[in-house]
């Protein structure tokens, strides 16, 4: 399976970004996680094809907005009133099995990940 990550950019505080993933092949769950310089890789939103569900990490909900085509296999993140701490490179990662909604936060979940897409945010 690849991913075809795309979106990213530089903004200013308080614009918008809207990243997507394409998934090459079988995908039971795809996900976005961000790591700024020096910092670790952290989960950001992920979804289920199967029902739909999606999980946000806290700092994000009400921010960014995590939806999907399924016949594409194909992520988006939406990320509104973008402020300096959201800037990272951020990566898409697609698990071809099924996991439980709540284990989508945990990297171990996902068995492919993108190139990354970076995100800058000025002030």
């Known amino acids: 399976v690849q991913l075809q990550a795309s979106g990213g950019g530089s903004v200013q505080a308080g614009g918008s970004l809207r990243l997507s993933c394409a998934a090459s092949g079988s995908s039971g769950a795809m996900g976005w996680f961000r790591q700024a310089p020096g910092k670790q890789r952290n989960f950001v939103a992920a979804l289920r094809w199967n029902g739909g569900n999606t999980v946000y990490t806290d700092s994000v909900k009400g921010q960014f907005t995590i939806s999907g085509d399924n016949a594409k296999k194909t992520v988006y993140l939406q990320m509104n009133n973008l402020k300096p701490e959201d800037a990272a490179l951020y990566y898409c990662?697609?698990?071809?099995?099924?996991?439980?909604?709540?284990?989508?936060?945990?990297?171990?979940?996902?068995?492919?990940w993108g190139q990354g897409t970076l995100v800058t945010v000025s002030s």
């Open positions: 990662a697609n698990a071809i099995s099924r996991p439980i909604l709540g284990a989508l936060v945990d990297r171990r979940s996902y068995s492919h």
